[in-house]
């Protein structure tokens, strides 16, 4: 199967983050930690990272990939957070990625939609 920088097929995963407690949620450190740690175990260059804390609650993390980007919002007060993963390719899994910083991290409940974007990957995957 060809894998290269300018594959334009790519697979996208988002999840709805629910039932987390706040201090798990207002903890940057830890959880661009365990998305770091999710990325590289499923195979992705991270290339950056970029964090924000919020006033009075709050992070967002960004993690850019050479294979694109993860991301998270949290909303603490509401035990909810937003969980983002696209790689280009097939050499990773953004669903893994995904699973690997659950594993990793106390999160409650979650709700997962997985999507395939561009053509060339049904004719690859098959």
């Known amino acids: 199967m060809p894998d290269s920088p300018h594959f334009a097929y790519g697979r996208h995963v988002l999840a709805d983050i629910a039932d987390t407690p ?3 949620l207002n903890n940057g450190d830890a959880l661009a930690r365990a998305l770091i740690e999710a990325a590289v ?3 992705a260059t991270v290339l950056g990272t970029i964090r924000h ?4 609650n709050g992070v967002t993390v960004l993690l850019l990939l ?4 993860v991301s998270l ?3 603490p007060e509401e ?4 969980f983002d993963a696209f790689t280009c390719g097939v050499r990773c899994e953004p669903f893994d990625i995904f699973r690997r910083f659950v ?3 106390p999160v409650g409940s979650y709700r997962i939609i997985r999507c395939e ?4 990957g049904k004719r690859l995957l098959r």
């Open 79 to 82: 035990g909810r957070a937003f």
């Open 103 to 105: 594993d990793a991290s």
């Open 66 to 69: 050479a294979e694109s980007h």
């Open 73 to 75: 919002h949290t909303y």
């Open 53 to 56: 804390a919020f006033e009075p």
């Open 22 to 24: 706040a201090e798990v």
């Open 117 to 120: 974007r561009g053509d060339a």
């Open 41 to 43: 175990a499923e195979g």
